[in-house]
Structures are given as C-alpha cells and as structure tokens.
T-cell receptor, first 114, second 115 residues
Framework: GAGVSQTPSNKVTEKGKYVELRCDPISGHTALYWYRQSLGQGPEFLIYFQGTGAADDSGLPNDRFFAVRPEGSVSTLKIQRTERGDSAVYLC????????????FGQGTRLTVV | GQQLNQSPQSMFIQEGEDVSMNCTSSSIFNTWLWYKQDPGEGPVLLIALYKAGELTSNGRLTAQFGITRKDSFLNISASIPSDVGIYFCAGRPTSGQSAGNMLTFGGGTRLMVKP
C-alpha cells in the first residue's frame, strides 16, 4: 500500500499476556517512530528507529516495552505482562530522511487490556 | 509526559464561522506542526512551520509560528461540516528532520460544527 500500515487494527488481550503490534512503513522510509495515544490525549513519543537501530528509546515507559526493526523496514512493538494501563492507541509513523519532511502516521492499533 | 498546552479543549461553532485555536509551551520549539485526526485514523499533517514569525496558509487554514518560539496558533476560516475532528499542535525542539521526529503533542482541540 501507499501509506503506513499497522496490524492488527484492534487487539483485546487479558492482563498479564504478551502482545505484538506490527508496523509496515512506507517503502524507502528509513525513519520509523512509535507513539502511544491514551484516550482524550495527544500522542506521546515512545521510540525512534533510524534504519535497524533504535536511535532513541527514551519514551518507552518501562522494561515491559520493547521494539525491533531487524531489517530496517517492518517494526514490531512488543509488550510483556500487559497491564490495564497499557490500553491505548499505538501509532506508528515513518519518514524519509530529508530536511523539513515530516512523518506520515498509520491508522494505529487500539489495544485494550481487560 | 510533557504536553503542550492547547486551547480550547473543544469548540462548538456554527458552519461558516471562523475558528481559532492555540498552543503554548514553557520550552522553546524550533518546529511547530498542526495535525487533524479523524476517528479511527492517525493524525494527518495540515501545516508545518519552521521559522519564528512564519505565517503559512493551506486553503482555509492559516497557522503562525510565534516570535518567542513558545507558541503557535491555527485559524480555520469559513468552517464547514467536514472540519469536524480533533486538531493537535505538535512541537519539536530541533529544526528540520535530520535530528529525528520526536514530537511533543498538545492535548487536542475537538471541533464540532453545527450544520
């Protein structure tokens, strides 16, 4: 597709379970970002990849959260031992590395922990 | 986490009216962006501002980068029903893309338009 694709669109999981959220960036975009958006709030930065490496993971809330991008394209956000407070929309964005070119967001994955 | 102060939180206006919303920060930002988010979708970029004092238009939308670099506003002229949605400001302390796109977002302004 032409845009950033995130799967699944919705995920309901039980407290304590492990989940993986997938992001397919726009082809050729080297930069990839994950944000988390809680209900009624703006997105909050989680982690930034430049190619395969995590250039900045300062937004990850704790060590239950981890993200990978092994081949510099698709990224997976992994959450261990999910808690009800992890319920949110997880947004992925990708960008080419050109001056003053902003990232494009995917539609997000709505995670609900019950 | 830190968020920009965006106001108003919501507005209910008559179709055809002009709309104004703004964003303030205690920190300096060198890039200001305005996004619109529809239900079930990700944010879509409306306007990007890269210079203090810059005034930029995109159709009926006009945004300005405050001279102090701590604020920005967005105006929508002659609102129509499809303007309904949530508008977010976002700031980045650095200029350009090369330093990464880690944005700080405002809390959003929910716009509702009476037909």
């Amino acid at each position: 597709g032409a845009g950033v694709s995130q799967t699944p669109s919705n995920k309901v999981t039980e407290k304590g379970k492990y989940v993986e959220l997938r992001c397919d960036p726009i082809s050729g975009h080297t930069a990839l970002y994950w944000y988390r958006q809680s209900l009624g709030q703006g997105p909050e930065f989680l982690i930034y990849f430049q190619g395969t490496g995590a250039a900045d993971d300062s937004g990850l809330p704790n060590d239950r959260f981890f993200a990978v991008r092994p081949e510099g394209s698709v990224s997976t956000l992994k959450i261990q031992r999910t808690e009800r407070g992890d319920s949110a929309v997880y947004l992925c964005a990708s960008a080419p590395m050109r001056e003053n070119t902003e990232a494009f967001f995917g539609q997000g994955t709505r995670l609900t922990v019950v | 986490g830190q968020q920009l102060n965006q106001s108003p939180q919501s507005m209910f206006i008559q179709e055809g009216e002009d709309v104004s919303m703004n964003c303030t920060s205690s920190s300096i930002f060198n890039t200001w962006l305005w996004y619109k988010q529809d239900p079930g979708e990700g944010p879509v970029l409306l306007i990007a501002l890269y210079k203090a004092g810059e005034l930029t238009s995109n159709g009926r939308l006009t945004a300005q980068f405050g001279i102090t670099r701590k604020d920005s506003f967005l105006n929508i002229s002659a609102s129509i029903p499809s303007d309904v949605g949530i508008y977010f400001c976002a700031g980045r302390p650095t200029s350009g893309q090369s330093a990464g796109n880690m944005l700080t977002f405002g809390g959003g302004t929910r716009l509702m338009v009476k037909p």
